[in-house]
């Protein structure tokens, strides 16, 4: 899920920068330390490697080598992390299938013969990739998959590989907020090297996000090279300095930040970062419930008077800002870096396009630009719009807008980023923050379609029907009651991504057939509103609170009369859907924890049956519905 995607992408603000080197050998297993004819008794990092390899966290270069002197790569690094972790791989490696009765074929292409069948909801583990064709298992069978129909339930960065042997480790540490990317936009970097100054915060972080806590055991010191060491990890080495997991250089007292860290080396701290911690099971996080990851409670927790009134409508309207919401897809703003450098546009509907302004939030025509498609340029601080024979077909210096003719609702596909996702709607365009060369892109659409292009991404396509129309008017409630003077000044309202709700329109392949369930929740829905006195209210949400939500106050500083804090005894009967006890921990360890959490809710359908208004008057209380005005 997304939603947890995003607070944990929060949580992970410190962004790792990552050295990249090529690196082609891949772990091979061996039984144990004595199998290596590269690792004797008198070495110095003889105990770590046993400590390492006994313990099932590092595999040996070949079934006789070690190779202690060789560098860590990424994928390498996080193999040995998540498996320090207790993580099933192949776990974050899930896709639930959006179409009915699809094919697993034998090879990637629908000339290949049918292996199977998988009906609609059906989970498959990815192992590979071919062009547009999953590598898939289920039930023991194994083949390919049309990516069409497949929806991971997992975010993989863009260069993870799900046949690789870090695949799933990978994933794992995206979505636990271990890493966040090399730099690059949604980037892994699986053959980059691993620095010492790397690995000192992506074990700091893990401490973090898991709860651990670092012991102090050495006087802390300064580096003679101090200076070298990044500004976003110089915290991160001296809490591992004083936890004894690093030191300096024997004879120079150097740390040497920007220096490879090798196998023998990040064998030596993993062994010292157990001992600093107390070991390698994370704490449960503070005020979570210890449940058995068994069979659902039998008693309904309605029996022990924990459940609030279930929300009722109002006969009154709210009123609304507006009903057209501008969302800033690619943009350039004082903190946030994600302009495009071009775009390209076509209407799905084979049909033109017309350039011209915003008025308020409506288009206003001033000329045709053909058929398209089109492609959007930028230099300096003036865009250009060149037609499909390499025409300029517009210029412009100042925001304008593109908007798609010919059909009553046509959907552009835009290409940018390296990205491609159809939308609804029209496009205005303004040359980026600071004129770097680069193009602010804002997407006008309508509130409930809006709604439709968050609801796949925070909130998947398969779950319950009671949840996600609780889901459909929490991400339209969100909208409406986020601080939209944020970004006024760049042109837009709304943000895609961490700091509001993450929107990709009608995705990559624009097929409504792909999201038949979350768009029957907004359309269920359309127009209601959770508000609070008459107001909108700021419906947050989160993966999970580890049994206890927390409130408003607690979590953000802040005090709301609608979000408070309470023991959730739902979630302990979902622990086993999340993934098991681990699984869960982490996620309740990274989620803010604040309003509604969406495995509760999700417990609150399938367990006991509970309908959207008592999920919404138990993570909510005291608020209504209204119709919009």
């Known amino acids: 899920m997304t939603m947890g995607k995003r607070v944990r992408r929060a949580l992970s603000a410190l962004v790792l920068l990552i050295i990249l080197f090529p690196w082609t050998a891949l772990p091979a297993a061996a039984a144990s330390v004595g199998d290596f004819t590269d690792v004797s008794g008198s070495d110095w990092f003889y105990d770590a490697v046993k400590y390492a390899v006994d313990g099932r966290l590092f595999d040996g270069t070949s079934s006789t080598t070690f190779s202690p002197n060789d560098v860590m790569t990424r994928g390498m690094f996080i193999k040995v992390l998540g498996r320090y972790a207790g993580v099933n791989e192949a776990s974050w490696r899930t896709a639930t299938v959006t179409g009915s009765g699809v094919n697993i074929r034998k090879g990637p292409g629908t000339s290949y013969e049918t292996a199977a069948s998988v009906p609609q909801g059906g989970s498959v583990t990815l192992t590979g990739k071919s062009g547009g064709w999953y590598k898939v298992s289920y039930g023991g069978v194994d083949g390919y998959m049309s990516e069409q129909y497949i929806r991971p339930d997992h975010h993989a960065f863009s260069d993870v590989d799900y046949g690789q042997y870090y695949a799933g480790y990978a994933i794992w540490a995206y979505e636990s907020g271990v890493v966040t990317g090399d730099g690059s936009a949604d980037r892994f970097s699986p053959d980059g090297v691993v620095t010492r100054e790397q690995v000192c915060a992506l074990l700091d972080r893990y401490a973090s996000v898991t709860g651990l806590s670092v012991a102090k055991t050495e006087s802390a010191v300064t580096f003679p090279d101090d200076g070298s060491i990044s500004s976003w990890a110089k915290n991160d080495v001296y809490v591992m300095q004083q936890a004894g997991v690093v030191k300096g250089h024997a004879e120079t007292g150097r740390f040497e930040p920007a220096g490879s860290a090798t196998r023998a080396e990040v064998a030596t701290m993993f062994q010292r970062f157990e001992s600093a911690t107390g070991g ?277 500083g802040v005090s709301y009369p609608y979000l408070l804090g309470k023991d959730d005894p739902y979630e302990q009967a979902a622990i086993q859907d999340v993934g098991g006890q681990s699984t869960y921990k982490y996620m309740a360890s990274i989620s803010h924890r604040v309003g509604l959490s969406a495995w509760g809710a999700y417990a609150m359908d399938k367990y006991y049956h509970k309908d959207y208004q008592t999920i919404l008057g138990f993570y909510f209380p005291g608020t209504s519905l209204q119709y919009g005005a």
């Not at 069979?295 to 309207?317: C, I, Q, T």
């Not at 009553?408 to 004129?435: H, I, M, Q, V, W």
């Not at 008459?534 to 999970?544: D, H, K, L, P, T």
């Open 280 to 556: 390698q099971t994370p704490p449960a996080p503070s005020g979570s419930p210890s449940p058995s990851p068994s069979a659902p409670p039998s008693k309904d927790p309605d029996e022990l008077g924990v459940v609030d009134a279930p929300v009722s409508f109002r006969s009154d309207k709210v009123q609304l800002r507006a009903r057209t919401i501008r969302v800033g897809i690619y943009v350039e703003t004082s903190g946030t870096h994600t302009g495009a450098t071009k775009a390209v546009l076509a209407n799905e509907t084979g049909s033109g396009f017309e350039v011209g302004s915003m008025s308020g939030r409506t288009f206003t025509a001033s000329g045709s630009l053909g058929a398209g498609p089109l492609t959007v340029t930028a230099s300096g601080g003036t865009l250009s719009v060149t037609n499909a024979a390499g025409e300029v077909v517009y210029t412009s210096s100042s925001p304008f807008a593109i908007h798609a003719v010919g059909a009553d609702k046509p959907l552009t596909r835009l290409d940018a980023n390296n990205d491609s996702y159809c939308y609804y709607g029209d496009f205005e365009f303004r040359p980026a923050y600071g004129n770097g060369g680069k193009i602010t892109i804002v997407n006008y659409v309508g509130l409930e379609d809006y709604v439709k292009g968050v609801m796949p991404w925070e909130f998947g396509t398969w779950w319950p029907s009671e949840v996600m129309k609780v889901a459909a008017i929490a991400c339209r409630s969100f909208a409406l009651s986020y601080d939209w003077s944020t970004y006024s000044s760049f042109g837009f309202d709304l943000l895609n991504g961490i700091n509001a709700q993450t929107y990709h329109g009608r995705g990559t392949s624009g097929r409504d057939s792909d999201y038949t369930v979350p768009d029957a929740a907004v359309d269920a829905t359309e127009n209601v509103f959770l508000t609070y006195d008459g107001s909108v209210c700021i419906a947050c949400y989160s993966s999970c609170n580890g049994g206890k939500v927390l409130s408003a106050k607690d979590g953000f």
